[in-house]
Protein backbone atom coordinates (compact mmCIF):
# COMPACT_ATOMS: atom_id res chain seq x y z
CA UNK A 1 0.00 0.00 0.00
CA UNK A 2 3.10 2.43 0.50
CA UNK A 3 4.06 2.45 -2.69
CA UNK A 4 0.87 2.59 -4.43
CA UNK A 5 0.70 6.04 -2.09
CA UNK A 6 4.13 7.05 -3.13
CA UNK A 7 3.11 6.31 -6.73
CA UNK A 8 -0.36 8.58 -6.13
CA UNK A 9 1.85 11.43 -4.68
CA UNK A 10 3.76 11.42 -7.42
CA UNK A 11 1.48 11.42 -10.30
CA UNK A 12 -0.60 14.31 -8.35
CA UNK A 13 2.76 16.48 -8.34
CA UNK A 14 3.42 16.21 -11.90
CA UNK A 15 -0.48 16.56 -13.21
CA UNK A 16 -0.23 19.92 -10.67
CA UNK A 17 3.41 20.77 -12.53
CA UNK A 18 2.13 20.62 -15.92
CA UNK A 19 -1.48 22.12 -15.05
CA UNK A 20 1.12 25.16 -13.63
CA UNK A 21 3.01 25.48 -16.78
CA UNK A 22 -0.19 25.75 -19.14
CA UNK A 23 -1.62 28.16 -16.84
CA UNK A 24 1.59 30.06 -17.25
CA UNK A 25 1.70 29.72 -20.89
CA UNK A 26 -1.78 30.41 -21.49
CA UNK A 27 -0.93 34.33 -19.40
CA UNK A 28 1.70 34.78 -21.38
CA UNK A 29 -0.01 33.91 -24.74
CA UNK A 30 -3.00 36.09 -23.24
CA UNK A 31 -0.31 39.15 -22.39
CA UNK A 32 1.46 39.25 -25.58
CA UNK A 33 -0.80 37.96 -27.64
CA UNK A 34 0.36 37.90 -31.85
CA UNK A 35 3.90 38.69 -30.06
CA UNK A 36 4.28 35.64 -28.35
CA UNK A 37 3.77 33.21 -31.48
CA UNK A 38 6.41 35.22 -33.07
CA UNK A 39 8.95 35.27 -30.44
CA UNK A 40 8.25 31.27 -30.62
CA UNK A 41 9.07 31.30 -34.01
CA UNK A 42 12.27 33.27 -33.39
CA UNK A 43 13.45 31.43 -30.27
CA UNK A 44 12.73 28.20 -31.72
CA UNK A 45 10.50 26.75 -29.16
CA UNK A 46 7.94 27.45 -26.59
CA UNK A 47 10.48 27.07 -23.30
CA UNK A 48 12.75 29.34 -24.62
CA UNK A 49 10.43 31.68 -25.83
CA UNK A 50 8.41 31.98 -22.61
CA UNK A 51 11.66 32.81 -20.72
CA UNK A 52 12.55 35.80 -23.18
CA UNK A 53 8.85 36.63 -22.38
CA UNK A 54 9.08 36.60 -18.95
CA UNK A 55 12.51 38.45 -18.23
CA UNK A 56 11.43 41.00 -21.05
CA UNK A 57 8.13 40.94 -18.44
CA UNK A 58 10.75 41.40 -15.80
CA UNK A 59 13.02 44.51 -16.91
CA UNK A 60 9.98 46.02 -18.14
CA UNK A 61 8.60 46.26 -14.50
CA UNK A 62 11.96 47.62 -13.34
CA UNK A 63 11.45 50.66 -15.44
CA UNK A 64 10.36 54.11 -13.79
CA UNK A 65 7.42 55.18 -16.65
CA UNK A 66 5.81 57.92 -15.85
CA UNK A 67 2.23 59.28 -17.88
CA UNK A 68 2.81 62.96 -20.28
CA UNK A 69 0.99 65.98 -18.52
CA UNK A 70 -1.72 67.61 -20.76
CA UNK A 71 1.18 70.43 -22.17
CA UNK A 72 3.92 67.53 -23.25
CA UNK A 73 0.62 65.49 -24.97
CA UNK A 74 -0.03 68.68 -26.90
CA UNK A 75 3.60 69.54 -28.47
CA UNK A 76 4.09 66.21 -29.33
CA UNK A 77 0.61 66.38 -30.95
CA UNK A 78 2.05 69.73 -32.29
CA UNK A 79 5.57 67.94 -33.92
CA UNK A 80 2.76 65.28 -35.28
CA UNK A 81 1.07 67.78 -37.35
CA UNK A 82 4.45 68.88 -38.93
CA UNK A 83 5.97 65.56 -39.48
CA UNK A 84 2.76 65.00 -41.36
CA UNK A 85 2.08 68.06 -43.38
CA UNK A 86 5.31 66.71 -44.54
CA UNK A 87 4.70 63.06 -45.55
CA UNK A 88 3.03 63.81 -49.33
CA UNK A 89 6.58 65.89 -50.65
CA UNK A 90 8.72 63.90 -48.67
CA UNK A 91 7.12 60.53 -47.55
CA UNK A 92 10.68 59.00 -46.67
CA UNK A 93 11.93 62.07 -44.14
CA UNK A 94 8.33 62.33 -42.62
CA UNK A 95 8.67 58.50 -42.01
CA UNK A 96 12.20 59.15 -40.37
CA UNK A 97 11.00 61.72 -38.91
CA UNK A 98 7.81 59.78 -37.46
CA UNK A 99 10.61 56.90 -35.95
CA UNK A 100 12.32 59.84 -34.28
CA UNK A 101 8.85 61.25 -32.77
CA UNK A 102 8.36 57.95 -31.58
CA UNK A 103 11.29 57.53 -29.78
CA UNK A 104 11.30 61.04 -27.96
CA UNK A 105 8.26 60.39 -26.32
CA UNK A 106 8.96 57.23 -25.00
CA UNK A 107 12.52 59.01 -23.85
CA UNK A 108 10.47 61.19 -21.71
CA UNK A 109 8.14 58.36 -20.86
CA UNK A 110 11.00 56.46 -19.29
CA UNK A 111 11.39 53.64 -21.61
CA UNK A 112 14.90 52.84 -22.69
CA UNK A 113 15.87 54.06 -26.08
CA UNK A 114 19.66 53.59 -26.84
CA UNK A 115 18.93 50.33 -28.69
CA UNK A 116 15.71 49.77 -30.83
CA UNK A 117 15.60 45.93 -29.77
CA UNK A 118 14.96 47.01 -26.51
CA UNK A 119 12.60 50.09 -27.00
CA UNK A 120 10.82 46.95 -28.94
CA UNK A 121 10.64 44.80 -26.61
CA UNK A 122 9.62 47.30 -23.74
CA UNK A 123 6.72 48.72 -25.77
CA UNK A 124 5.64 45.39 -26.60
CA UNK A 125 4.64 44.62 -22.74
CA UNK A 126 2.56 47.97 -22.42
CA UNK A 127 1.06 47.78 -25.97
CA UNK A 128 1.59 44.33 -27.14
CA UNK A 129 -1.33 44.53 -29.62
CA UNK A 130 1.03 47.74 -31.19
CA UNK A 131 4.24 45.78 -31.37
CA UNK A 132 3.96 44.32 -34.68
CA UNK A 133 3.04 47.77 -35.83
CA UNK A 134 6.15 49.20 -34.47
CA UNK A 135 8.14 45.95 -35.86
CA UNK A 136 6.99 46.45 -39.44
CA UNK A 137 7.22 50.38 -39.26
CA UNK A 138 10.77 50.14 -38.35
CA UNK A 139 11.64 48.29 -40.70
CA UNK A 140 9.73 49.82 -43.74
CA UNK A 141 12.01 52.77 -42.22
CA UNK A 142 15.13 51.18 -42.22
CA UNK A 143 14.94 49.82 -45.82
CA UNK A 144 13.75 53.05 -46.97
CA UNK A 145 17.13 54.96 -45.47
CA UNK A 146 18.90 52.50 -47.53
CA UNK A 147 17.20 53.17 -50.55
CA UNK A 148 15.40 49.88 -50.58
CA UNK A 149 14.15 49.71 -54.16
CA UNK A 150 10.78 47.86 -52.59
CA UNK A 151 10.19 50.50 -50.72
CA UNK A 152 7.61 52.35 -52.85
CA UNK A 153 4.56 55.25 -51.18
CA UNK A 154 2.45 52.10 -50.62
CA UNK A 155 4.86 51.14 -47.84
CA UNK A 156 5.84 54.50 -46.76
CA UNK A 157 2.22 55.25 -45.91
CA UNK A 158 1.75 51.96 -43.95
CA UNK A 159 4.84 52.59 -42.01
CA UNK A 160 3.37 55.89 -40.99
CA UNK A 161 0.38 54.52 -40.42
CA UNK A 162 1.78 52.05 -37.80
CA UNK A 163 4.11 54.61 -36.00
CA UNK A 164 1.04 56.73 -35.93
CA UNK A 165 -1.51 54.28 -33.67
CA UNK A 166 1.89 53.21 -31.65
CA UNK A 167 2.35 57.28 -31.12
CA UNK A 168 -1.20 57.93 -30.59
CA UNK A 169 -1.01 55.38 -27.64
CA UNK A 170 1.97 56.04 -26.71
CA UNK A 171 0.19 59.77 -25.61
CA UNK A 172 -2.17 57.97 -23.36
CA UNK A 173 -2.70 59.65 -20.10
CA UNK A 174 -3.53 57.97 -16.32
CA UNK A 175 -7.18 59.07 -17.58
CA UNK A 176 -7.05 56.84 -20.49
CA UNK A 177 -7.50 60.16 -22.71
CA UNK A 178 -6.24 59.77 -26.89
CA UNK A 179 -6.18 61.28 -29.60
CA UNK A 180 -9.78 60.83 -30.64
CA UNK A 181 -9.63 62.33 -34.39
CA UNK A 182 -6.51 59.86 -35.79
CA UNK A 183 -8.95 56.44 -34.40
CA UNK A 184 -9.77 56.33 -38.48
CA UNK A 185 -6.73 57.14 -40.18
CA UNK A 186 -5.55 53.65 -41.51
CA UNK A 187 -7.02 53.57 -44.58
CA UNK A 188 -5.57 57.03 -45.22
CA UNK A 189 -4.61 58.47 -48.70
CA UNK A 190 -1.78 61.05 -50.02
CA UNK A 191 -4.78 63.70 -49.78
CA UNK A 192 -6.49 62.99 -46.78
CA UNK A 193 -2.87 63.09 -44.46
CA UNK A 194 -2.37 66.44 -46.11
CA UNK A 195 -5.92 67.52 -45.31
CA UNK A 196 -5.96 65.97 -42.04
CA UNK A 197 -2.16 67.68 -41.52
CA UNK A 198 -3.41 71.11 -43.22
CA UNK A 199 -6.34 71.58 -40.67
CA UNK A 200 -3.94 72.33 -37.36
CA UNK A 201 -0.74 72.99 -39.19
CA UNK A 202 0.38 76.47 -37.77
CA UNK A 203 1.23 79.05 -39.83
CA UNK A 204 4.95 80.12 -40.53
CA UNK A 205 7.51 82.11 -42.44
CA UNK A 206 10.38 79.68 -41.14
CA UNK A 207 11.12 77.30 -44.72
CA UNK A 208 11.70 74.46 -43.33
CA UNK A 209 9.84 74.31 -40.04
CA UNK A 210 10.36 70.69 -39.34
CA UNK A 211 13.79 71.25 -38.62
CA UNK A 212 12.90 74.33 -36.23
CA UNK A 213 10.06 73.03 -34.36
CA UNK A 214 12.62 69.32 -33.29
CA UNK A 215 14.65 72.26 -31.43
CA UNK A 216 11.60 71.82 -28.94
CA UNK A 217 11.22 68.25 -28.90
CA UNK A 218 13.64 67.88 -25.41
CA UNK A 219 11.07 69.26 -22.21
Given at each position: ?9 VV ?73 AG ?43 LA ?88
Amino acid sequence: MTWLLIVAIVVVLVVGAVLYMQKRSAALKEQFGPEYDRVVEEQGGRRSAEAHLRDRTKRHDALELVELDAEARDRYAGHWTLVQAGFVDDPTRAVAEADALVEHVMRERGYPVDEWDERFEMVSVDHPELAENYRVAHAIHVRGADGAEDVDIDGLREAFQRYRSLFDELLVDADGLDAEDDENDDDMDDDELRDDAQQTVPTTTNPNPLEESHRDLQP
